[in-house]
Nanobody, 118 residues
Framework: VQLQASGGGLVQAGGSLKLSCKGT????????MGWYRQAPGKEREMVAT???????TYSDSVTGRFTITGDRAKDAVYLQMNRLLPEDTGVYYC?????????????WGQGTLVTVSS
């Protein structure tokens, strides 16, 4: 299983970026697709997820600014980030969460760095 994230970069506050994540075949099939981020000196946190039924979840800090979309036919998940803030800076990781019964297995991409300048 592999996940390849891309689209990070340097952007000014108020700007936009779109992150993309492409996975190996069927990595997201029937599972939860998500984006997480880790700021310097902080723990990794959930940014947004989309379940197999299309239900989306966002952290409070990005609600109304970020949009997650999944394309399971293409084994891809995207994160459109608008009105970026300096506190959005961090390494963004895409995630495929497999839930099998009571077991949860997380697959992670390599991360893509987003830097928002003030």
């Amino acid at each position: 299983v592999q996940l390849q994230a891309s689209g990070g970069g340097l952007v000014q506050a108020g700007g936009s970026l779109k992150l993309s994540c492409k996975g190996t075949r069927d990595v997201f099939k029937g599972n939860i697709m998500g984006w997480y981020r880790q700021a310097p000196g902080k723990e990794r946190e959930m940014v947004a997820t989309v379940a197999a039924d299309g239900t989306t979840t966002y952290s409070d800090s990005v609600t109304g600014r970020f949009t997650i979309t999944g394309d399971r036919a293409k084994d891809a998940v995207y994160l459109q980030m608008n009105r970026l803030l300096p506190e959005d800076t961090g390494v963004y990781y895409c995630n495929a969460r497999w839930v099998i019964g009571r077991n949860v297995l997380d697959h992670w991409g390599q991360g893509t760095l987003v830097t928002v300048s003030s």
